[in-house]
T-cell receptor
């Protein structure tokens, strides 16, 4: 069974640009969670999608947004990139909203210069 | 709301020695508790979890953790450290009533294993 996949592995952008990160959950999983892991800040919850709807978001500005597609894959968009957006972005999936975040993808390393 | 503290941002042990990584939580409701491991430049891997039932939970790679309600702790242990255990370890807590909404990670503990 394929695990959670994320693309791209690395992404380099300049300040002010937009970044798009993608996540494919495990087959059958309907919930997708996004986390930011910035140096020194630990794992910060970004967004949670379930059945195509945004269920919850963390304490991040509106320029962090995303969506979940009918096949349950998800996209995270970061607009007007700032240097402090440089981080590892992790995606997790679960069977439904009642399950834990047990399956994480390998992450996308975003570097903003 | 839940919160997690992990005592010691960096722990060093010798190969073959006991590994003890500390996790204390705060939760107003019965918690679900998790330990994850993150190897360099990789995502998180679930080591073990406690939801209900037996308070001593065994996980992968020889790790185990014990839920102690009276101490609000969920410390991670392994009897004998291996070089391959060197990684960052995260404790997490969730609200057992509202699993999806409230899920908080601790700051992490980096484990070094010395030869």
């Amino acid at each position: 069974e394929a695990g959670v996949t994320q693309s791209p592995t690395h992404l380099i952008k300049t300040r002010g640009q937009q970044a798009t990160l993608r996540c494919s959950p495990i087959s059958g999983h309907t919930s997708v969670y996004w986390y930011q892991q910035a140096l020194g800040l630990g794992l910060q919850f970004l967004l949670w999608y379930d059945e195509g709807e945004e269920r919850n978001r963390g304490n991040f500005p509106p320029r962090f947004s995303g969506r979940q597609f009918p096949n349950y894959s998800s996209e995270l968009n970061v607009n007007a990139l700032e240097l402090e957006d440089s981080a590892l972005y992790l995606c997790a999936s679960s069977l439904d909203a009642l399950q834990g975040r047990e399956y994480f993808g390998p992450g996308t390393r975003l570097t903003v210069t | 709301a839940q919160s997690v503290t992990q005592l010691g941002s960096h722990v060093s042990v010798s190969e073959g020695a006991l590994v003890l990584l500390r996790c204390n939580y705060s939760s107003s409701v019965p918690p679900y508790l998790f330990w994850y491991v993150q190897y360099p430049n990789q995502g998180l891997q679930l080591l073990l979890k406690y939801t209900t039932g037996a308070t001593l939970v065994k996980g992968i790679n020889g790790f185990e953790a014990e839920f102690k309600k009276s101490e609000t702790s969920f410390h991670l242990t392994k009897p004998s450290a291996h070089m391959s255990d060197a990684a960052e370890y995260f404790c997490a807590v969730s609200d057992s009533r509202d699993y999806g909404q409230n899920f908080v990670f601790g700051p992490g503990t980096r484990l070094s294993v010395l030869p």
